[in-house]
């Protein structure tokens, strides 16, 4: 190649193309952290509070479990009736399945009645929980409002009551329970509320809530949390009307309302369902609608099967952790020391944490999802106390 006209006034060309590339990327430079810049004093405090929120609970959870041994052998030939609100949603079934294991293992005899999600269901349930007359008696998710006649009723034939998955944690009062176990569904929705947040950056319109009244007390405590993270994180976002779909319903109706949001609202770019058992039924609806590229969602629960073929790889971009199986062993841990006759304990602690496109690539979802949650081992904690 002859090298003259690659020269000019004693100047490489080349040379003066690498230095033009130079200014130019200098100016892009400056361009980009101006825009960057711009950007970043658009972040307001309450943004910046939730990515930090959030960033806490992507990271694995540690023990904070009970530290109180119980004798399970004094269980040994007492009987549990577990009344779920329905079996169908895979993270109740579980909780339920893993619950009725442990405590057979110490010769304990459970018996599970699915309600199928139905007032119907819960009070053919809790009277047969109630004729049966066992040591105790478990109500999952159910409403102590309306089974309120029933624990009284169990509490005069000498049943003791736990009540499981109300909402919040803690020890229950005015209901006649002696005893709950649940997950933190206020600290929940705060989460869901956080990510909306962190991911949106208080930009756009309001998120669509999608609860469901057939839990009543944890959905309600759960759409408190995000309304809570949502005026204390995106204070000037006009709130948007909750809807309802109960879990009957959910094949049939969430389609369907999904299809309706997504095509009513342009601005509507983030659903927030309860729980992840109902995007099964949304996703779908979101792609007919020609919207996966503008919908995003968060859930919770964690379920394998959504956690397997959803999480990040479909507009579902995060969901909530609550353990199961952990939460099933919790569950056993307090029905022994209420079986026993030995003090519930307050709280078991259970732990939560994020899953979204910052940590999902650290956990095998094809493998246990107790390899989730990190190092911890929940069930050796629990099998200490125990004594198996």
Excluded at 40 to 63: D, L, R
Excluded at 71 to 93: F, H, R, S, Y
Excluded at 256 to 280: E, N
Excluded at 368 to 386: A, K, N
Aim: hydrophobic share 40%; glycine share 8%.
């Amino acid at each position: 190649m002859n090298k003259a006209w690659l020269t000019r006034r004693g100047v490489p060309l080349m040379a003066v193309g690498a230095i033009m590339m130079t200014v130019l990327a200098g100016c892009g430079s400056q361009s980009a952290a101006s825009n960057n810049s711009s950007k970043t004093a658009t972040i307001t405090p309450g943004v910046k509070a939730a990515m930090a929120f959030v960033k806490q609970v992507e990271a694995p959870p540690t023990w904070q479990g009970p530290t109180t041994p119980v004798n399970t052998k004094l269980a040994k030939g007492m009987t549990v009736d577990l009344v779920n609100l329905t079996m169908e949603i895979p993270a109740l079934n579980e909780w339920a399945t893993v619950a009725q294991q442990q405590l057979e293992k110490a010769g304990v005899k459970v018996t599970i009645c699915d309600a199928k999600g139905s007032p119907t269901g819960i009070t053919q349930c809790m009277q047969q929980g109630i004729a049966q007359h066992p040591d105790v008696l478990v109500a999952m998710s159910l409403d102590t409002s309306y089974i309120h006649s029933y624990i009284q009723q169990a509490d005069k034939a000498g049943i003791k009551v736990i009540t499981a998955q109300t909402g919040t944690p803690g020890t229950p009062h005015g209901t006649g329970a002696v005893a709950e176990v649940s997950f933190n569904y206020p600290l929940v929705g705060k989460i869901l509320g956080a990510w909306f947040a962190a991911q949106s950056k208080c930009q756009g319109s309001y998120p669509q809530i999608i609860t469901s009244t057939s839990a009543r007390q944890p959905s309600a405590a759960e759409v408190s949390g995000i309304q809570g993270a949502l005026a204390q994180y995106c204070p000037s976002l006009k709130v948007r009307p909750v809807q309802n779909v109960l879990i009957p319903n959910w094949a049939t109706q969430l389609a369907t309302v999904t299809r309706s949001d997504i095509l009513a609202d342009p601005t509507l770019k983030y659903f927030l369902p309860l729980y992840d058992g109902m995007t099964i039924y949304m996703l779908p609806a979101v792609r007919q609608a020609g919207a996966a590229n503008r919908v995003q969602m968060a859930s919770f629960n964690g379920t394998p099967v959504v956690m397997q073929n959803d999480v990040v790889l479909s507009p579902l971009k995060a969901d909530i952790g609550g353990p199961n199986e952990w939460y099933g062993y919790a569950l056993a841990d307090q029905t022994f020391r209420v079986l026993v006759g030995d003090h519930p304990v307050a709280s078991e602690n259970i732990p939560l944490r994020l899953f979204d496109s910052t940590n999902i690539g650290s956990i095998n979802v094809n493998a246990s999802e107790t390899t989730w949650y990190g190092p911890v081992s929940f069930q050796q904690h629990y099998y200490q106390l125990w004594g198996f």
